[in-house]
T-cell receptor
Framework: GQQLNQSPQSMFIQEGEDVSMNCTSSSIFNTWLWYKQDPGEGPVLLIALYKAGELTSNGRLTAQFGITRKDSFLNISASIPSDVGIYFCAGQLLQGGSEKLVFGKGTKLTVNP | DVKVTQSSRYLVKRTGEKVFLECVQDMDHENMFWYRQDPGLGLRLIYFSYDVKMKEKGDIPEGYSVSREKKERFSLILESASTNQTSMYLC??????????????FGPGTRLTVT
């Protein structure tokens, strides 16, 4: 099936640092979503992107839909301890024709106070 | 506010038991999904449903079945639980119609252990 390559797999940062993670694919997507999952909880939708080149912010989070439609990135500025968790990207294929999303395997973020 | 609930947060079952995982959403969403999540494998789609009494296989349907008798409820059934079905199970729902049909909203998950 289709795959999303999400990197890095894990990050260890100090509180206050900025964070950047991305997802890439050889396929074209027409929607990109970014989720955060706290330990023992379900993923929560952070940002949704629908147009190539779109840049969207949600507080300290900023995400962009790549111009080629094959990638997306998520930035977190001035990280705080509650940013800890696993961040997932998800994409809907341009030719998918169904309601299924393709998920990345996640970036595990650890923030040291 | 978006709300997806799952019947249990933690469940322990024995090999061979029939297991029911229930999911309810109160957002009048048409689409509902069941995933399992395992370390290193990410989220994998088991089954999904576009409407009442409608179901479609996802990527890993073997060993599972589903039931959607009412719009708000989507059940995942393990006919005969096996140890390799120990996992975190996540339910999600979404509205149909571009573009927000791909914004899936997840429940808190059920961590199932089969011994």
């Amino acid at each position: 099936g289709q795959q999303l390559n999400q990197s890095p797999q894990s990050m260890f940062i100090q509180e206050g640092e900025d964070v950047s993670m991305n997802c890439t694919s050889s396929s074209i997507f027409n929607t990109w979503l970014w989720y955060k999952q706290d330990p023992g909880e379900g993923p929560v939708l952070l940002i949704a992107l629908y147009k190539a080149g779109e840049l969207t912010s949600n507080g300290r989070l900023t995400a962009q839909f790549g111009i080629t439609r094959k990638d997306s990135f998520l930035n977190i500025s001035a990280s705080i301890p509650s940013d800890v968790g696993i961040y997932f990207c998800a994409g809907q294929l341009l030719q998918g024709g169904s309601e299924k999303l393709v998920f990345g395997k996640g970036t595990k973020l650890t923030v040291n106070p | 506010d978006v709300k997806v609930t799952q019947s249990s947060r933690y469940l322990v079952k024995r090999t061979g038991e029939k297991v029911f995982l229930e999911c309810v959403q109160d957002m009048d969403h048409e689409n509902m999904f069941w995933y399992r999540q395992d370390p290193g494998l990410g989220l994998r789609l088991i089954y999904f449903s576009y409407d009442v009494k409608m179901k479609e296989k996802g990527d890993i349907p073997e060993g599972y079945s589903v039931s959607r008798e009412k719009k708000e409820r989507f059940s995942l059934i393990l006919e005969s639980a096996s140890t390799n079905q120990t996992s975190m199970y996540l339910c999600a729902s979404s509205l149909p119609g571009q573009p927000i049909d791909y914004e899936q909203y997840f429940g808190p998950g059920t961590r199932l252990t089969v011994t």
